[in-house]
């Protein structure tokens, strides 16, 4: 039932996710923080059931952290961050999955190039231009198709986005009255905006 | 004194030495030479082949020299059987990264890897260690060509060039003098790095003529083509040969323009 949307633009990537926490009719929360940073300049918006959702967040965060740690402070790239996401993915496939779908964007500092990939909970990886988890893809994909450019700028992406957001907003039978929307490039992760303040509780 | 205290590998003496360790160490200063060098673009390592028979139908190309992946190689100095687990772990654990990461290994951490799995084995077990040398030669993004040498304590450092093996401290001596020589952190080109490599073996390997000599030599290079691929490269005799000529006949000049200035 979560929502993802992410676009690569020319400098960096855009990331969204709806902020609902429910289960069945039950609403729990709808301030919820999706979109997870791993390190300085990459972020992963990722959908599921919360429990699956936020120990595999934490998990993947955790490691990306550790390894800066225990490798003298060199960072992986983006390529090779999603490439370890992919593989927790594919072990605990046979195991016990996480039921996980997600969009893993970042900005790479050493080749000056932002970087977008889809992942879902079967371990399959795509690197893309743009991409959608959950049903917000029947709705958005062809949106994102046939708006999305070569060496688009930030603006123009958030512009896409917000297009998309107010699709989902009309067509799409659940209500989800709030969407967070994070920047990943240069100067880090940022929050562009958000319906509800994840933080306030 | 020590007697007592060097027969296990896992016990300090009372000074606080740990003697096997010390005695492997010292195994693998009566083992061929190794030299690495690094240069501008790329990596050198000779080594001094010991077993040079006619009759010897090689299995496996060389004695001294190891691929570990496209972007690392390394030479070894001392057992070659216990070289070999090594150097499997090595290969494994590149591998591994590269499966899990989908890129190379950084070259410190394939290099730490490798020296921890030595050391476990000055700690647990009460196995002997290791009793090899290692010279680690490589490439990454973050450092560019890197050059490492560990030892059986499993402890291990950076160097622009150094040697291992027999008569490692000549050997060593003569690169602080010519690395550099205008100490201003300029890195060698190949060519010259290949002579300085050349003329390291030929004074720690006693007794070695320029006819000779070719022959026990193991010249290595790792460079990069224009699509960025790793080249690693084993001359041939005849390459082998060309350089420690020149190298012979430069030494020659020098030899003759310090008899002609002492006069």
Known sequence: MDSVLAIRYKDGCVIAADQTNARSVLAYQHNLDKVTELGKHTAMGVSGPNADMVNFSEY?????ALYEAMNHGSKLSVNAQAHYVRSVLAEALRKGPYQVNLMLGGYDEKTKEANLYFLDYLASMQKVNFGCQGYAGA??????????????????????????????????????????????????????????????? | MARRYDSSTTTFSPEGRLHQVEYAIEAINNAGTCVGILSKDGIVLASERRVTSGLLAPTKTSEKTYKLANHATCCVAGLTADANILIDQARLRSGRYQFQYGESIPMEQLVEYVCNHKQSYTQYGGLRPFGVAFLFAGYDDEHGYQLYQSDPSGNYSGWKATVIGANNSSGKSLLKNDYDPDGDGTMPDMVTALKLAVKVLNKTMDGATASTSAEKMELFTMTRDANGEFLHKILVKDEVQKIVDEVAAESDVEMAGGAESSQ
Do not use: Y
Request: include cysteine; aromatic fraction near 8%; hydrophobic fraction near 40%.
């Open chain 1, 60 to 64: 993947i965060s955790k490691n990306m």
């Open chain 1, 139 to 201: 709705f958005c994909l062809s949106i994102m198709d046939r708006e999305w450019k070569e060496d688009m700028t930030k603006e123009e992406a958030l512009d896409v986005i917000d297009h998309c957001i107010g699709e989902l907003g009309k067509r799409f039978v659940i209500a989800q009255p709030n969407f967070i929307v994070k920047v990943v490039d240069k100067d880090g992760v940022t929050v562009s905006k958000f319906g509800a303040d994840p933080n306030d509780n």
